[in-house]
């Protein structure tokens, strides 16, 4: 099962900033968050992750609160093609992780809006 | 550098025949892992391979099988294709487990 939750959907105004929240209150302390998305039938596309600090990239920043229990995804200027599934994603990503996979949950599902 | 490619991209099978889907993974990623996405389950995790060897499986019956190639190539098969295997087929590789890229998807449509 996955170890996340998020709103099954959000509306966003072209230009505005985007937030997506995601709560991962069971996290443990070896684990990264990631956000990965899907636009319409196509493979889904990694954004960004990190561990505690905040990280950013050109395509988002990543805001991860100080207890780890949830963390936010920012696109700081959404454009129509923004639009897509986001999910949040938590797992150990370290070298020696043999094995794993990544869980997807359901997502949220992100509209922007002309 | 090259992406995730997968053939075919789209396939129309009939109940009971099998079929065999190809992934080709990013040049110098050794991990590849295999997902398939229905609109009732969402993604779900079939199998992982790392150097030839499966390291991972996931929840699926012994009709999805999967292998890997000295070149990091990568087929999952499945036998006896049942109306419910009809998803898109994803497959996703990975340098160092950290990150995923994943392909554009197989979509397979078993009639």
């Known amino acids: 099962d996955a170890k996340t939750t998020q709103p099954p959907s959000m509306d966003c105004a072209e230009g505005r900033a985007a937030n997506l929240p995601c709560n991962h209150s069971t996290i443990s302390g070896n684990e990264y968050v990631y956000w990965y998305r899907q636009i319409h039938s196509q493979g889904p596309q990694y954004i960004i992750h990190?561990?505690?600090n905040n990280e950013t990239n050109e395509m988002a920043s990543l805001i991860i609160t100080e207890d780890r229990k949830s963390s936010t995804l920012i696109l700081p200027h959404a454009t129509l093609r923004d639009t897509a599934v986001y999910y949040c994603?938590?797992?150990?990503?370290?070298?020696?992780?043999?094995?794993?996979?990544?869980?997807f949950g359901p997502g949220t599902r992100l509209s922007v809006l002309p | 550098k090259a992406g995730v490619t997968q053939t075919p991209r789209y396939l129309i099978k009939t109940r009971g025949q099998q079929v065999t889907l190809s992934c080709s993974p990013i040049s110098g990623h050794r991990s590849v892992s295999w997902y398939q996405q229905t609109p009732g389950q969402g993604l779900q995790f079939l199998f992982e391979y790392f150097s030839e060897t499966q390291r991972n499986k996931g929840n699926f019956p012994g009709r999805f099988s999967g292998r890997q190639f000295s070149n990091s190539r990568s087929e999952m098969n499945v036998s006896t294709l049942e109306l419910g295997d009809s998803a898109l087929y994803l497959c996703?590789?990975?340098?160092?487990?950290?990150?995923?890229?994943f392909g554009p998807g197989t979509r397979l449509t078993v009639t």
């Open positions: 994603i938590v797992r150990v990503a370290q070298r020696s992780d043999y094995g794993q996979n990544f869980v």
């Open positions: 990190g561990l505690k």
């Open positions: 996703a590789s990975s340098q160092d487990v950290v990150e995923q890229y």
